[in-house]
């Protein structure tokens, strides 16, 4: 089943992305800066998707309708400051306020896929949505949060959010305009690195990345490499195919079990034990992934057995 199929990916492409932290955590510890980690992510995605793609579709792919080259620029864009912020956001922030900020993402989404998609805004859909919050809520522990809260963070947060959502929208309207993902993703790469480029020079990322792996060996290059694999090439792949065959807000749902790999994450390389309110969410969570998952197949069989009705309707009044 197409809508079935298109979910699973956009869970694994959410616990592939969900050990982002744990990756960045240790590039941070290896002595990585900030900057230096935002240009990994579109580093690995311009030169594998790029490859990939000229072998696939070939150097005409990058010739683009003229209407599609504003979205592709602003595509590019909101890849790069997402990237940004986001690093910039944790490394001021509690994970926990960082995170139920960026994910409320989640409610632009739905806002402007009515606008822009005209997809449907159910009350079972915001019903949804709202328990997903609560529950990645509960999970990051947000009510326990110590320590001062950074106005500066909380900015970037914010900026983070709005980006996550513009790229969503973005890569849904390339993918309805009927551009391939290898293409958009390779746009993806290149427009934010560029874009990236700007605020940290290629030469300064190199000395970073140098001085660093002078001091902790082969560590530095290993954790990059896999890094650049799984939670970029291998879970911007399964989220695009899943984004391909499902509405935004649906993938974004699935993306609850971001913040639970993360934190069990956390548990097994960082000894961060879970209190009962964080596997009261990790729960909720599942229980609404499950939920939404079921009701998809559900919707899905509805519709195959309505047309195959109106099909033999259609026979059966044809001369």
């Not at 793609?53 to 602003?74: A, M, Q």
């Not at 106005?151 to 929208?169: D, E, H, K, N, R």
């Not at 974004?252 to 994450?265: F, W």
Request: aromatic share 14%; charged share 10%.
């Amino acid at each position: 089943m197409k809508k079935s199929t298109g979910f699973f990916l956009a869970i694994g492409s959410a616990v592939l992305w969900g050990s982002y932290g744990t990756f960045t955590t240790f590039l941070g510890k290896f002595g990585l800066t900030n900057a230096s980690t935002a240009m990994i992510g579109p580093f690995f995605i311009f030169v594998f998707f790029t490859v990939v793609n000229l072998l696939t579709n070939g150097v005409k792919s990058y010739k683009l309708p003229l209407k599609l080259i504003p979205v592709v620029l602003l595509y590019g864009f909101f890849s790069a400051m997402d990237s940004y912020s986001a690093v910039t956001a944790y490394s001021l922030l509690p994970i926990a306020v960082g995170s139920i900020i960026i994910y409320c993402n989640l409610f632009l989404l739905i806002l402007f896929s009515r606008l822009l998609f005209q997809i449907k805004l159910t009350g079972k859909k915001m019903i949804a949505c709202a328990i997903a919050v609560i529950g990645i809520a509960l999970v990051v522990d947000v009510f326990n949060v110590e320590g001062r809260i950074s106005l500066l963070g909380l900015f970037w947060a914010f900026i983070a959010m709005c980006c996550w959502a513009g790229i969503v929208l973005c890569e849904k309207y390339l993918l309805n305009a009927g551009l391939k993902v290898n293409t958009v993703l390779s746009l993806h790469g290149i427009i934010a690195l560029v874009l990236l480029c700007s605020i940290h020079s290629p030469v300064a990322f190199v000395e970073n990345v140098a001085a660093a792996f002078t001091a902790t060996g082969w560590r530095l290059p290993l954790t990059m490499v896999c890094f650049g694999l799984f939670t970029e090439i291998f879970s911007y792949l399964t989220y695009m195919i899943a984004l391909k065959r499902l509405e935004p807000a649906l993938v974004q749902i699935a993306y609850t079990l971001d913040p639970v790999t993360s934190c069990l994450l956390a548990m097994i390389f960082f000894g961060q034990i879970l209190v009962p309110i964080q596997y009261g969410g990790i729960f909720v969570i599942l229980a609404v992934v499950t939920w939404l998952h079921w009701d998809s197949r559900n919707e899905e069989k509805r519709k195959n057995q309505e047309e195959a009705k109106n099909k033999s309707s259609e026979k059966a009044t044809s001369p």
